[in-house]
């Protein structure tokens, strides 16, 4: 399986009241790695190829530790499970300052065509690059 590493500093506007990243951004961290991880396999969000885009139909997040302002974070991203026509991209985000895993989860997609507004199969190549074991 392909694994891609993509980079996030928390700004100001992940900030809650708590002085720490809000419960909400951890999946504008998952969403950013997953732009950057198919933008690295030749693919967007909306460009799957052949009008095929991609559309989010389920989100887990597991928060392991606080994160801060200024925090760079490291998210490992890959394909973990293809089941038919739904798959799951799964991340792992660490800490980078002290390496401590701060954030988990998954997101469960389904490629979608627009033009016959209906979900459709995961093109072949993008199989092929993300190869599931």
Not at 1 to 30: C, P, R, T, W
Not at 87 to 116: A, E, H, P, Q
Request: proline share 1%; aromatic share 12%; charged share 30%.
């Amino acid at each position: 399986m392909k694994k891609i590493l993509s980079e996030y500093k928390v700004s100001i506007g992940d900030i809650n009241y708590g002085g720490h990243m809000g419960n909400d951004k951890a999946l504008q961290v998952f969403h950013d790695a997953r732009i950057n991880y198919l933008e690295q396999l030749g693919y967007s969000e909306l460009n799957m190829g052949n009008n095929i885009v991609i559309i989010v139909v389920e989100a887990n997040v597991k928060y392991k530790k606080e994160v801060f302002l200024h925090d760079i974070l490291e998210t490992e991203v890959w394909v973990s499970k293809i089941d038919g026509l739904k798959w799951t991209i799964s991340y792992d985000t660490k800490r980078k300052n002290d390496d401590k895993i701060v954030l988990t989860g998954s997101t469960v997609m389904f490629c979608y065509d627009y033009k016959y507004k209906k979900i459709t199969k995961i093109p072949e190549d993008f199989l092929a690059k993300v190869s599931v074991e």
